[in-house]
T-cell receptor, first 114, second 114 residues
């Protein structure tokens, strides 16, 4: 079952602008991850933030996590045309089988216009 | 080697055919996953293998049959599929199923059932 809900569903910005995507989830999590997908191909892992962390940076990416609001945001700074892709948040939470499983949100389709 | 390799990249099969999707990783990961992704939708978990044992089966129809011959290989055997099974099938791996690490995804097999 789906856990995360991304907002907005689609985002179009000019090259050089910042892009912010939000994700909300429903149950407790071990960590939250962001993935990128180009044109319906494989997903690329961007960044993982653990439930006890509040903010994490990786290059032009900044992720925040607010476990009290069950929400996360992904900020891409100084966007480039090559950042055009779909971005998914995914929560890694306990399954009933005693292990953790990754559940994806609906995704945000980002278009960066040159 | 930091990749998950999926073959074939594209597959067209009839509803009476039997085919198999293959997935391979040499990162020493002990958890492997099959996801199904329909167009413009997020990936949905199908199966989880942990230490070569099936640990999660998300109520997938029996026409999909997973197999994990060893810690590096994961197969998905297909038989008597329906046109609605047409989708992108993604394989992923992670160090374990304890939820501490990100997942590595393959590029997927785009399956068309005719």
């Amino acid at each position: 079952s789906q856990q995360g809900e991304e907002d907005p569903q689609a985002l179009s910005i000019q090259e050089g602008e910042n892009a912010t995507m939000n994700c909300s989830y429903k149950t407790s999590i071990n960590n939250l991850q962001w993935y990128r997908q180009n044109s319906g191909r494989g997903l690329v892992h961007l960044i993982l933030i653990r439930s006890n962390e509040r903010e994490k940076h990786s290059g032009r990416l900044r992720v925040t996590l607010d476990t009290s609001k069950k929400s996360s945001s992904l900020l891409i700074t100084a966007s480039r045309a090559a950042d055009t892709a779909s971005y998914f948040c995914a929560t890694d939470g306990a399954s009933g089988a005693g292990s953790y499983q990754l559940t994806f949100g609906k995704g945000t389709k980002l278009s960066v216009i040159p | 080697d930091t990749e998950v390799t999926q073959t074939p990249k594209h597959l067209v099969m009839g509803m009476t055919n039997k085919k198999s999707l293959k997935c391979e990783q040499h990162m020493g990961h002990r958890a492997m996953y099959w996801y199904k992704q329909k167009a413009k939708k997020p990936p949905e978990l199908m199966f989880v293998y942990s230490y070569e044992k099936l640990s999660i089966n998300e109520s997938v129809p029996s026409r999909f049959s997973p197999e994990c011959p060893n810690s590096s290989l994961l197969n998905l055997h297909l038989h008597a599929l329906q046109p609605e099974d047409s989708a992108l099938y993604l394989c992923a791996s992670s160090q374990d199923t304890l939820g501490a690490y990100g997942y590595t995804f393959g590029s997927g097999t785009r399956l068309t059932v005719v």
